[in-house]
């Protein structure tokens, strides 16, 4: 069965990073592991799947960065280089911050040097929804239960929990509920793409254009 139409209030849009600059992590602050032959930072956030993937735990919401260096240039969201934490600029996220669920999304602090930077935040969702799409492909860490997927085609998520909520943040991206981005005007940060709409996708439903 297709729905025929859904609201904005049943939609999601999807703020994509476009940025291919980012920031690397500070090997000081951190233990070292050796992943691909290469010695990285491995944080207490980190989680290893028995493939030998590295990805950040999915059981953890709040994540503090040390960074090598703080982000430059205009882009109002970014992302580390080691393991992809979605930064975030805090005068745009003043926006949306009302939004944000606390029980599952949170902001971290990011350092440079040991000194909190006051202009940026991590922000990071504990057991994120599944985002997938119609060709790609999914698999999900035994040990912590992170989603990854590779996208391909129409996107969506897939858990029903997900219905009525205003913000998540999942895939490196954040999704804001459409009614709320009309109703506040808000504008995409720098550094995202333009925003694409996204549904939610259960047994006998299927995504419209």
Partial sequence: MVRAKQRAD?????????????????????????YDRE???????????????VHIDARVAAIDVHLLRPPTGPDEVTWNCDFQVLLASRQW?????????????????????GRALPDWATIN???????????????????????????WGKVFFTDPDVQGRPLIVA?????????????RGLRAPV???????????????????
Wanted: aromatic residues 10%; glycine residues 8%.
């Fill in 39 to 53: 010695v990285i930072p491995w944080p207490n956030w980190c989680c290893k799947a028995p493939d030998g993937g």
């Fill in 125 to 151: 969702e504990a057991h994120a929804p599944g985002f997938f799409s119609d060709d790609g492909r999914s698999k999900v860490c035994p040990i912590c239960g992170s989603v990854y997927a590779t996208l």
């Fill in 93 to 113: 996220l003043a926006q949306i911050e009302d939004l944000i669920d606390g029980r599952r999304v949170a902001l971290g602090r990011v350092f440079v040097n």
């Fill in 191 to 209: 550094g995202a793409y333009k925003p694409t709409p996204v549904r939610l996708k259960s047994d006998g439903q299927e995504t419209v254009p």
């Fill in 171 to 183: 895939s490196k991206a954040i999704f804001i509920r459409e009614d709320e981005v009309i109703r």
């Fill in 10 to 34: 049943e939609r999601w849009l999807w703020y994509a990073l476009r940025t291919a600059q980012c920031v690397p992590l500070d090997p000081a602050a951190y233990p070292s592991t050796v």
